[in-house]
């Protein structure tokens, strides 16, 4: 009886580990063999570090971002690297920092611990920051293709870039679109109590106050919230004519449709975290007319073999940040030939000064690790997809279609148009 | 004064939720007394598999929304009643005579388990709950109430007293009770004790499905880990309205949903914007406290709380 009791818990138990261990990451494919290389030079494993919530909330967002990086490095393998006379295979390593601020220093010390060369993440601006400061401490390069919160840059660490732009050129840009376009007298601003979400609502406040529009005390939630009804209440009692809510896609979709269900008519819009077309799924009709903003070019307007190798690779489209993870992890190997070194200490300079033409279009960084002249897209849903309505570069608006004609884009990345998207999802 | 019956409306709503899963935590306990920390992902699993039943039929019948909802509740219902037997039976069963903290820790590895394995069933992703069914809006005074509204309230009082006639007024209803008030004599009685913990669980986790599917209704929305925090307001509730209560469960839930809705819409007012309704999900947490601290036998109940 005690045995076989004993037999059944530690069945459980270990089919809790085991379901644990598989949820955590999935088998990385095999890197494809390299076909047609002679007897090998001596070869170096060279790790890069990727960071991201693999499960939760927002896993799909860092599945996404893992894909990218997990494309370039297997792309850079099949090319074959040779870095010093000896080729090199770069091995990512995934690991799972649950979006929790707690979490980011302990994934970043397995990180140094494991010797990685580089590490591209994380996510969310809430990890990245207490992240950042056990990268520099080891001399690690980190590149987010996500976090926008300005803090990230603002430490005086060498070792932080990002490949987005900050919430304090995103907020801006949103926001005066919102003011020019819909001229609201109130606005209702919301944020999830993230770094990312409250960062973003405070400069989306900023602009607005300075635009003279007045802006009703902010309202909360959680990362986790489903239920704003008692929120949206309140705030509906105030009559705002527009709400900004700073926060991801699997918040904010039911905030609009419960919204809606409301009665609340007026124009709701987001930032990047919800600025995806899941809002779509997320929402239902409701999405339709929403305005929101994204740090650099529209997903679609990324470079067309981007995407297609993405496609390929994952049978799935690019979904958010993974054409700047992409880039990302494509720069640490640029900054390395560059360098002819794996070693951080060695490339990092490279790394900062570099130039590189990639699938969001020209990276350079400024002395903050920022990237240089990043771009802002404003997108609206409509007819369950997301449009992009206006670019805004160096604070300047200009139309999509008119950012497209001009070649602006064709100077920038080549841009895709929408039709051509559509065609490939096909 | 809408503003005021409006929050009512939502708290009412997000009450009837939190009392249909908060009966489940309350008849298990009452009759075993083991707190189900897996029951939580019972209800996600209504959800995730009422959301691919519906998904499908809408996809690929051409029967009318309504039934195809009430199909793929109905599905749902099976497969968490199926599931809440195989808890029973393979988790908790062996442990009924083990120290108490055995099974409280078996139960959080279920739900780990349950958890891990709908991430990868459905993936990790948020997933969008299929809107079949027309959502009108209804205009009371100045507030508004959805079908889907009605329709949660509505349901969860049919639970409710469907519930109750079973608990009074069956043979199944008087063989748990009996079992609840001592689970040996009952057995010396000719009460099959097996079977009717067996039962409990299943009914429990029947009516977990029906919130699943209401929850996803009501959000639009399912993920995989749901679960884990509704659970945890449901038995907050529970304990709020005296755990193994049931009249205790319903009134316990329906004071959950309007105290978190009435808090979260005026705390913001009440202290000048210093704490904001961010805070909404702590209320059911300050609830469970002070319940535990001034009267840990909860509102209705009797026994004194010298349980784990």
Sequence with gaps: MNRTRALATGLLLAGALLTQGCGKEAPPP??????????????????????????????????????????????????????????????????????????????????????????????????????????????????????????????????????????????????????AEFKPKTVAVIDDATAYGSGLANEVE?????????????EKGTDQTRDWKAVLTKIRGKKPDAIFYGGMDATGGPLLKQGRELGINVVFSFGDGACTEEMNKLAGDAAEGLI???????????????LDAYKAKFNADPI???????????????????ANSVEPAKYL?????INYEGATGKIEFDEKGDRKDAEMTIFTMKAGKLEPLAIIKSGKTIKYEDFVKDGAAAAASPAVPLEDKKGDKK | MDIFLQQIINGLTLGSIYAVVALGYTMVYGIIQLINFAHGEVVM????????????????????????????????????????????????????????????????????????VAMMVWSRNPLA???IIANPVFHVAEATITMV??????????MMAGLTLIVYRTRLGVAMRATSQNPHIAGLMGVDINRVIAATFMLGAALAAVAGVMVGTYYGIAHYTMGSLLGLKAFSAAVLGGIGNLAGAMLGGLLLGLVEALGAGYIGDLTNNVFGSNYQDVFAFIVLIAVLVFRPSGLLGERVGDRA
């Design chain 1, 30 to 179: 095999p890197p494809a063999p390299k076909a047609g290389i002679p007897p090998p030079p001596p070869e170096i494993v060279v790790k890069i570090g990727h960071a991201a919530p693999l499960t939760g909330g927002i896993a799909h967002l860092g599945k996404d971002n893992e894909n990218g990086v997990r494309l370039a490095l297997d792309e850079a393998n099949a090319k074959g690297i040779t870095i010093d006379g000896k080729k090199i295979k770069f091995e990512l390593i995934g690991e799972d920092d649950e979006a929790k601020p707690d979490k980011g220093p302990i994934v970043a010390q397995k990180f140094v611990d494991a010797k990685v060369a580089g590490v591209v993440g994380h996510l969310n601006s809430g990890v990245s920051i207490p992240a950042s400061s056990v990268y520099n401490q080891a001399g690690i390069p980190v590149i987010s293709g996500a976090a926008t919160n300005p803090m990230l840059t603002e430490q005086g660490f060498k070792v932080a870039f990002r490949t987005v732009g900050r919430d304090d050129q995103q907020g801006p840009a949103v926001a005066s679109y919102l003011a």
């Design chain 1, 206 to 218: 900023r602009t607005l106050k300075a635009a003279g529009i007045k802006v009703l005390p902010r």
């Design chain 1, 292 to 306: 929101c903003s994204q740090a650099g070019l529209p997903v679609q307007a990324a470079n067309k073999r981007f």
């Design chain 1, 320 to 338: 958010l940040y993974s054409p700047f993870t992409y880039d990302a992890a494509n720069l640490l190997i640029e900054a390395m030939k560059k």
């Design chain 1, 349 to 353: 300079p490279k790394l900062a000064k």
């Design chain 2, 45 to 116: 699993i209504g959800a995730m598999v009422a959301l691919t039943v519906i998904g499908w039929l809408a996809a690929n019948t051409a029967l009318p929304p309504l039934v195809i909802v009430l199909i793929g509740a109905g599905v749902a219902i099976l497969v968490c009643m199926l599931v809440g037997y195989a808890l029973e039976r393979l988790a908790y069963r062996r442990l009924r005579h083990a120290p108490r903290l055995a099974p409280l820790i078996t139960a959080i590895g279920a739900s780990i388990v349950l958890q891990q």
């Design chain 2, 129 to 131: 709950f299929p809107q």
């Design chain 2, 149 to 158: 509204q009605i329709a949660i309230i509505a349901t969860s009082i049919l």
